[in-house]
């Protein structure tokens, strides 16, 4: 069974300084990997996803994530946070094991990001 | 091309009262998808539907909740004699194909839920 597990319930950062929301994932098969992101009282949004193709996988707004198969990781990643970036991050697996794709969600990441 | 349409946005219940909660997939999608969200937890999922088929519903529980796609209108997700455990957020995702290899999902903005 595919399971996700983010490392972090809560990162906080400064406004300009780097950002790491740490993704570990299980599955049996070839995955693919996902983060969404939600702001409050919001629908999610697809930020970026790799899907077997090149393993550093750049997003939206600024955002990127590294495939790593060894460490089983998807570590999201931004270079300089914005206070716009405030909001809660979910890594998602999904991968054919039960005979179709299914999504599995991670419990989440809440960025806090100060002046 | 409008996006995931849920409706309402919000729903307040009493205690035994029955709540609908609708999805729009965006246009040209088959495949939906319905996740609950509960306070401090990620989505959890609760059931995948195509057209006028149940795929998967292992993740809703057994009494109480049901869910349809019909072949013409939205996707609904029923919660009969709601208990104040059922309060929560209710996600709804459509994709054109099966979401996740290849294909994401979208999201709607969730039907948040409280039972009183």
């Known amino acids: 069974a595919q399971s996700v597990t983010q490392l972090d319930s809560h990162v906080s950062v400064s406004e300009g300084t780097p950002v790491l929301l740490r993704c570990n994932y299980s599955?049996?098969?070839?995955?693919?990997l996902f983060w969404y992101v939600q702001h409050p009282n919001k629908g999610l949004q697809l930020l970026l996803k790799y899907t077997s193709a090149a393993t550093l996988v750049k997003g939206i707004n600024g955002f990127e994530a590294e495939f790593k198969k060894s460490e089983t990781s998807f570590h999201l990643t931004k270079p300089s946070a914005h206070m716009s970036d405030a909001a809660e991050y979910f890594c998602v697996v999904s991968d054919k094991a039960s005979g179709y794709s299914t999504l599995t969600f991670g419990k989440g990441t809440m960025l806090l990001v100060s002046p | 091309n409008a996006g995931v349409m849920q409706n309402p946005r919000h729903l307040v219940r009493r205690r035994g009262q029955e709540a609908r909660l609708r999805c729009s997939p965006m246009?040209?999608?088959?495949?939906v998808y319905w996740y609950r969200q509960l306070p401090e937890e990620g989505l959890k999922f609760m059931v995948y539907l195509q057209k006028e088929n149940i795929i998967d519903e292992s993740g809703m529980p057994k009494e109480r909740f049901s869910a349809e796609f019909p072949k013409e209108g939205p996707s609904i997700l029923r919660i009969q004699q709601v208990v104040r455990g059922d309060s929560a957020a209710y996600f709804c995702?459509?994709?054109?194909?099966?979401?996740?290899?290849?294909?994401?999902?979208?999201f709607g903005q969730g039907t948040r839920l409280t039972v009183v």
């Open positions: 995702a459509s994709s054109p194909l099966e979401a996740g290899q290849n294909t994401e999902a979208f």
């Open positions: 599955s049996s098969y070839s995955p693919s």
């Open positions: 246009k040209g999608h088959s495949h």
